[in-house]
């Protein structure tokens, strides 16, 4: 994973919950924000909260004497998440590395991190972390996404870059947000940290989008996969996202659009 792939900076956080999150975090955000409130945890970690959809999905349906603490190692997507989220005298903001967390030992009954594992340079030693800050009992809740192949706007969007950049075409999602799909691998991570009770689960859902140019718009900008095209030249980012849209609606049409999404969710338990 190159340095860029963890920048989230500029325009990329607020493009990213304007373009990004509705288009395929929000439905994983409902139904991860479910499953943790169905624990019934009084305290709870965030890890790689990014603009704080989880958070905003979360809150309204955790118990009211809930200590919620919501983190990222990213400054400008918290300071973003922050801003979107409503007072709330249960939530702490702390910029904080999920590899490192500056919590003491067994502090939370939960631990919960939505599609941030991929960015883990030691995932076992974040997942060691989150063991760590787990009291007796407790549970690690994460997911991750599936192959590109099975997240049909991702792989077209990756497909009509390398035709746009055929010498040198961006892989960033082929690389990081789909690179970590395999589960046997992330079952043995999850071992190296020392959980044994693990159950995954692969969950399928359709990606919505208003236009071909939504799609286009919310991976070439509202991700760090901007940073590699702008690396290939400053003045070819819209270029690339017109060539990306075009391409987009080619396969699937001019007006609204759906395509499948896939992601694995994972409850390891302390």
């Known amino acids: 994973m190159s340095e860029t792939d963890k920048l ?7 493009n990213y919950d304007h373009h990004m999150v509705p288009l395929i975090f929000a439905s994983y955000a409902r139904d991860m924000s479910e499953r943790v409130a169905a624990l019934a945890p ?5 890890t790689a909260a990014g603009s704080g959809v989880v958070t905003r999905a979360l809150a309204p349906i955790l118990s009211s004497d809930a200590r919620y603490v919501v983190t990222d190692l990213n400054q400008p997507m918290l300071d973003h998440a922050k801003s979107r989220q409503g007072a709330d005298s249960r939530i702490i903001w702390q910029k904080a590395d999920a590899q490192a967390l500056p919590f003491e030992d067994a502090a939370f009954d939960l631990v919960c991190c939505q599609f941030g594992v991929m960015f883990f340079p030691d995932r076992p030693s974040g997942y060691r972390e989150a063991r760590r800050v787990l009291r007796p009992g407790g549970s690690f809740l994460f997911n991750a996404w599936d192959r590109i192949e099975e997240n049909v706007f991702a792989s077209d969007v990756t497909d009509a870059l390398a035709t746009f950049f055929p010498s040198d075409p961006p892989r960033f999602m082929a690389r990081t947000p789909h690179g970590y799909h395999d589960t046997a691998l992330i079952r043995s991570d999850l071992a190296k940290a020392g959980f044994t009770d693990v159950k995954i689960e692969t969950r399928a859902a359709q990606s919505r989008a208003l236009s071909a140019r939504h799609v286009a718009l919310a991976y070439c900008q509202g991700t760090p996969l901007r940073n590699e095209i702008e690396a290939r030249g400053p003045d070819r980012l819209e270029a690339a ?14 007006g609204e659009i759906s395509a499948k999404i896939q992601a694995h969710i994972i409850l390891a338990r302390v």
């Open 42 to 46: 009084k305290s709870v970690l965030e």
């Open 241 to 254: 996202t017109d060539h990306a849209a075009s391409v987009i609606a080619i396969r699937h049409g001019s």
């Open 8 to 14: 989230f900076a500029g325009s990329i956080p607020e």
